[in-house]
């Protein structure tokens, strides 16, 4: 289970603007060796009447430390549980993951509200 997203008042919420957040950390398990995935989580959006608390969501990153996840399973919950938490009028979830098997791989997904 992740740890809880935390969030605070838009202090601009009259205006668009783009909050952009890298996590240049992230890690996971593979569902199917077992083996370490590591890879960068990049999150951008236009928040709507409130933005996401970034100790929180280092907490909720963490969280998957020791989750058996395929990596377009935690793309997409990462965007799920950011947009329940925030409501955002926009926004992209980049999970950008390193080399296996001299493969990469990027998952993009989005929401519009």
Known sequence: MAAPLETFPNP??????????RCPEFTSV?????MPDF???SISY?????????????????SYRNAGVFYE???????DDL???C?????RVTGAFTARGGITTSVVAEYTE
């Open 39 to 41: 890879g960068e989580i």
């Open 46 to 62: 236009v928040p709507g009447a409130s933005c996401v608390e970034l100790k929180s969501l280092k907490f909720y990153l963490m």
């Open 12 to 21: 601009r919420p009259e205006r668009d603007y783009e909050i952009q957040i």
């Open 73 to 79: 399973t935690v793309t997409n919950r990462i965007l």
């Open 30 to 34: 593979c569902p199917k060796t077992g």
């Open 83 to 85: 947009v329940a938490a």
């Open 87 to 91: 409501q955002p009028r926009r926004m």
